[in-house]
């Protein structure tokens, strides 16, 4: 069978959804230039092609967040749980220059992530109809997760800036399984387990800002809820913004984002354009890092918190939210 490549033979992207699986990210064949149009050599389109993957289980008591992000000059990986009863966060984050010891294959359907450092491992493993999540590190810090994907992904590829894209595939409210256990403590999954898995990779715009928001679990009427919005990347006609209820995914407008940046507890409102989404957000906890390294920063924060309000169907039913744990992220990078 002939494997789905994302550039066609003239070096091209579609900009667009995709409505099936892309099989290879197949970048060393993309017409890359600079911004003077003069062709990039292959070495180059090598050391500007960014990937990184971002899962989560979100449990009513719990959100576990876990990253592998391969920018070729630096990798890192990072992990870390939220205990809504307590208010821990639990995190850890580790580095390799030149990307040493980590490997992202550019399949999205069938591709694994790995990141290691010492005792430490982080992997994201294809599995028959999902993922598993498995981390190991000293203090007696075992993951191992399994998240059933939806048959329904986002898959999108759009412009960025003069002459790169961004491709990303992106699934929530995912039913998981498994467990977490950080050193004496042990979160284990249950029926209103929820995760999402985050696929993205490209010729990214040199700098980007976005806000992202995320959430996983269960209404109360029964109906499995997962949402992925962004805004500040991937808008060029199109958005990654989508909501999946039982594993159906209905596309969603453009997001409006309102929050002060500088008040990071205060609480959050995000909106889409047509109406289905309309909800607010109380942060609980936050994960957070700044990095100023010349050629490489990033200022980011990601919040771990709680959804209130209503999403709505093709049909314009609204579903009540109330309680779903999730995510919100301000994020600046440049790469």
Not at 36 to 48: L, N, T, Y
Not at 61 to 87: C, H, R
Request: proline content about 5%; glycine content about 10%; overall charge positive.
């Amino acid at each position: 069978m002939t494997k789905q490549k994302l550039i066609d033979p003239k070096g091209r992207i579609s900009p667009g959804l995709i409505s099936g699986p892309v099989d290879v990210i197949n970048y060393r064949d993309y017409d890359l230039r600079t911004v003077m149009d003069k062709p990039r050599s292959r070495f180059a389109r090598h050391w500007r092609f960014n990937q990184f993957q971002f899962v989560s289980a979100m449990a009513p008591g719990w959100v576990f967040g876990m990253a592998i992000v391969d920018l070729k000059l630096v990798s890192s990986g990072f992990f870390y749980l939220f205990d809504f009863e307590t208010g821990q966060m639990f995190e850890q984050s580790f580095m390799q220059p030149l990307a040493r010891q980590t490997s992202i294959e550019p399949y999205p359907e069938s591709g694994h992530a790995r990141f290691s450092k010492g005792e430490v491992s982080l992997s994201i493993e294809p599995a028959t109809g999902g993922r598993n999540i498995r981390v190991s590190a000293p203090g007696r810090i075992q993951v191992d997760l399994e998240l059933t994907d939806t048959s329904e992904p986002l898959r999108l590829v759009c412009p960025a800036g003069y002459n790169g894209w961004v491709f990303t595939r992106k699934s929530a409210g995912l039913p998981v399984q498994g467990e977490v256990r950080w050193g004496q403590q042990v979160w284990r999954t249950d029926d209103d387990t929820r995760g999402s898995v985050d696929w993205s990779c490209g010729f990214m715009r040199r700098e980007t800002a976005w806000n992202w928001a995320c959430l996983a679990g269960v209404a109360g009427d029964g109906t499995s809820v997962g949402l992925n919005l962004a805004a500040g990347v991937n808008e060029t006609g199109l958005t990654e913004n989508a909501l999946w209820l039982n594993g159906r995914c209905i596309k969603l407008g453009a997001a409006r984002f309102q929050f002060d940046r500088y008040q990071p507890g205060t609480d959050w409102r995000v909106t889409t354009e047509d109406g289905k989404i309309d909800l607010t957000f109380v942060p609980s906890g936050v994960r957070k890092e700044r990095l100023n390294a010349w050629i490489l920063a990033s200022n980011f924060r990601q919040f771990v918190g709680t959804f209130e309000g209503t999403v709505k169907d093709d049909s314009g039913k609204k579903i009540p939210v109330a309680g779903l744990r999730g995510l919100m992220e301000d994020h600046f990078a440049r790469w």
